[in-house]
């Protein structure tokens, strides 16, 4: 049964902050729920989510909502476990729209992720996430 795999446990970093204004563009805004509230990173040439689970985790799919101008046109995801060296796992071309798209991935077992955004559609490289969500299964 696919759930999501982000927890209270879940230890998140992310490449930027605008402004360093974390109250209000925090990168706890991509796991809250709230369709009022982003995370808005600074300007770059790429901008990056890291997640570290308390356990190991199965993921499957990624869950993503920008808002539109804002996005990636070319998106990677890498994971390792046990603090191995990040590996690639697949890459993904969101499009430029306020939508929430799904992108399936290889199965894999991993306890760290990060997902870089690059190429973005912003001029600035910029970077705004609604809504973030890791979706698989919880390893045994």
């Known amino acids: 049964m696919t759930q999501s795999l982000v927890c209270p446990g879940t230890v998140s970093r992310v490449s930027s902050v605008l402004n360093r204004n974390s109250r209000q563009f925090g990168k706890k805004h991509l796991f809250d729920q709230n369709e009022?509230?982003?995370?808005?990173?600074?300007?770059?040439?790429?901008?990056?989510?890291?997640?570290?689970?308390?356990?190991?985790?199965?993921?499957?799919q990624l869950q993503v909502q920008f808002?539109?101008?804002?996005?990636?046109?070319?998106?990677?995801?890498?994971?390792?476990?046990?603090?191995?060296?990040?590996?690639?796992?697949?890459?993904?071309?969101?499009?430029?729209?306020?939508?929430?798209q799904t992108f399936c991935t290889p199965t894999v077992e991993v306890d760290r992720l990060k997902l870089t955004f690059e190429d973005t559609t912003d001029f600035f490289g910029r970077v705004v996430i609604y809504h973030l969500?890791?979706?698989?299964?919880?390893?045994?």
């Open 67 to 100: 808002q539109g101008g804002f996005s990636s046109r070319h998106s990677r995801l890498e994971g390792s476990r046990g603090g191995e060296a990040l590996c690639k796992i697949a890459d993904f071309y969101p499009e430029d729209t306020n939508a929430l």
């Open 133 to 140: 969500r890791v979706l698989g299964e919880k390893a045994v």
């Open 36 to 60: 009022e509230t982003c995370w808005n990173s600074d300007q770059g040439p790429s901008q990056w989510v890291t997640l570290e689970f308390p356990q190991r985790v199965h993921v499957a």
